[in-house]
């Protein structure tokens, strides 16, 4: 039978408890409005997600937070978690090494590599720095805070346009860029304008700070703290398959049958979801485009453990950059001490997440094991493959974060977030000041406060 109405007389529902959905409901409850929060999962936390029963607690989402995260640091105190600087135990132990076809390569044997394609004077950075290094030294979009103003249009172009006009050829950008890319998943499929816009913020982020905060015991108690600081409800396992809204109301309809009523609706979903619910009055111009059409990253992990320090045998870095179809080896350093590690995450971006996605979870994580060992044999019969996690298959997710193909930031930025009607929007992809988590609590404020101005 569907589940009856828990709350009713309410002013606002807010449709998904990841930051942004808890934040927003917090903001609003703060100035007297009555407030529920329907999630389709059966946790809170949406794209901040702790494997608690790891060791070492590996995060499968978010990361860090910088010294400027305002919000983020202001969210962490209300919600009674302790933040804690981890920005040594990224950097703890040996640098991790770049493997080229299966061969290990210290930086000074990587700028005289035969099979370096970087420019000359370029030839000492590494495939992972390029991109971020070029574009903090040479964007050209002068004022960041800028990046969705018309102005900018001209610079809406793909990031191989920029990366091109910085002097790579084509497999220089391959190799920088669409072996693992930061967004997108080719240098074609992503607007150089959303990677200058990041710069900028990355480099606001560098000036206030240089510290990286993650929360004691797991990012997840970030957003059990917030959903703990409501007054509303906050209804986990509610899929949302449906919203309607006329002049004087607003109706959600969920997958199990129930349907919840309010004034107004908010709504958190990630475009990449959102999609699939049925919305009416149906949404029109660039807000329709953008809700069919906004691109989410690729991005999938397996977690690794090891029965024996193998990298003490080879005495190579237990992390690796590599190539080939192991993606990234991240050694997490999250024991008593920040020498120790206390697993291995493993991370593929782009076309590769596709790839281990489509072997599925037991294949990919014997392919990733099976790729280890063959580049290093003192690895062989000490890895333990844990856990796998992909962002894509994640129904509530359907990819990692948000980001704008070529000139979709000039047409879609300024338009996609306005309210319709009673419905309104917020989630990291609506932000435009911040990235990350820091944007998601951004939009938080900005859909409050539209809320309140209705
Ligand atoms: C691997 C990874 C690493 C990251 N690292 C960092 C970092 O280091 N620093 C940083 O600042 N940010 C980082 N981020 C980004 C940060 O985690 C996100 O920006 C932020 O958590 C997004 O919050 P949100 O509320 O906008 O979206 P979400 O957390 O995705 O919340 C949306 C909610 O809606 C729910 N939902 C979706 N569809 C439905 C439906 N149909 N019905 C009901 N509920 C639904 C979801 O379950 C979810 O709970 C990272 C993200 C990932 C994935």
Redesign the pocket.
Known sequence: APAKKTATGLDVLV???????LQAAWMLEEQGLKVAV????QR??????TLLDEPGYP???????GEG?GR?IDAAQRAGVTLEDIGSRYRAGKPPMLWMNGQPLTREQWASHPGNPFPDSMKSVLPAEMVNKLLAERTPLADWNAWADPASAALDVPLHDFLRAQGLSDPAIRLANDVSPYYGTNSWDVSALMLEFNDGFVKAQFEAGTKSFGVKGGNLHLPIGMAKLLKGDVILG????AIETTDSGATVYCRDGSTFSAKRVIC???FS??R??KIMPGLSGAQAEAVSQIAYQP?S?AFLTATAPFWDEDGLSPGMWTDGLAGTVIPQHFGATPEEVTGLLVQARGSLANYWDRLGREKALAMIVGQIEAMRPAAKGKLMARNYFS?SQEV??GG??AYFGPGQVSRLVPEMSKPSGRLHF????TATGA??????LE?AERVALEVLEA
Do not use: Q
């Open positions: 449709l998904g408890a990841g930051v942004s959905g329907l999630e389709g999962r809170v936390g949406g794209r901040v997600m995060e499968m989402g978010f990361n860090s937070m995260y983020g509610k899929e949302i398959v958190s979903l990630p979801t959102l699939h619910v991005l992990m962002w509530f997710n990692d974060w917020c989630g990291e992809h990235r990350g988590l820091e944007g998601a939009s």
